[in-house]
């Protein structure tokens, strides 16, 4: 149940996403492996790594795109709530089921209503401009897959930056500016975008670790963790495979409960 977001903000993130990307393939490939590692076998395996990573990087991102992060559907009976409108105290069953009154619907625990995509998601964590939609139960996993391969391209197109002047200072004296300029803005661009998923990689593995999303936190509504191991807390979000699978982006996403076409009549 995957929804186009048409938010601008969210679309201009995703275009500065695969600028940033792409600019960041070219000036590797280009003005870095090129001029200095034409003649060695490893620059064609720094290529074949770094465009591999990009591969993987531009998958996971679509799929946290397109994924139903786990909308909580909306019925096609219309259901009354008119009593609870002055009554908030039934807006939430026994069972930890809630209402919600923008929907109009019921939703299952730990589910909140986004006010971008105007409807309620499981577990969500936070709604996130970088991929043009909410970060919940479905498509977390990949999420995550996307901060991880965002952060190791930083770290390797930094490290190719050092490695190629490093050779190309010993072979010839005259400095070229033009690759100095796509030098220091693929630094900077790496620099950025690196701290900026290192830390939110950060919040994302706690949240998981504390089995408290970002929404529960912030209306301290506690952790859910219980007894829970910490390899339980992971395979939630990443499946049951093994852990050498979790940052593999082709596996098959997570099903919808079967519930919802009793409970929802969908």
Not at 28 to 45: F, K, Q
Not at 212 to 235: F, W
Request: net charge positive.
């Amino acid at each position: 149940m995957a929804v186009c977001r048409l938010d601008p903000c969210g679309i201009i993130c995703i275009i500065i996403t695969y600028v940033a990307v792409f600019y960041a393939d070219y000036v590797v490939v280009r003005h870095l492996v090129i001029p200095s590692m034409t003649e060695s076998l490893w620059g064609a395996v720094c290529v074949v790594f770094f465009n591999t990573i990009v591969f993987l990087l531009t998958v996971s991102h679509l799929r946290a795109v397109m994924s139903d992060p786990g909308i909580v559907p909306i019925p096609k009976t219309n259901m009354d709530f008119s009593d609870i409108h002055s009554d908030t105290s039934k807006r939430k069953t026994n069972d930890g089921w809630t209402v919600c009154m923008k929907c109009e619907t019921y939703r299952p625990p730990r589910a909140h209503h986004c006010r971008v995509c105007r409807r309620c998601v499981r577990r969500m964590d936070h709604h996130c401009p970088w991929i043009n939609n909410c970060v919940g139960e479905y498509n977390q996993r990949f999420f995550i897959q996307f901060l991880f391969y965002v952060g190791l391209a930083s770290v390797f197109a930094i490290t190719m930056v050092i490695v190629s002047w490093t050779i190309e200072t010993k072979v010839r004296k005259e400095i070229k500016h033009v690759k100095l300029v796509h030098s220091v803005i693929l630094v900077i661009e790496s620099i950025l975008f690196g701290l900026f998923v290192i830390a939110i990689g950060c919040d994302q593995l706690s949240a998981i670790l504390n089995d408290e999303t970002a929404v529960e936190h912030v209306k301290k509504e506690g952790s859910y963790r219980g007894k829970k191991s910490r390899l339980v807390l992971l395979q939630e979000v990443f499946g049951r495979g093994h852990p050498l699978l979790w940052l593999w982006p082709f596996q098959t996403g997570r099903q919808r409960d079967p519930q919802d076409a009793i409970l929802y009549n969908v």
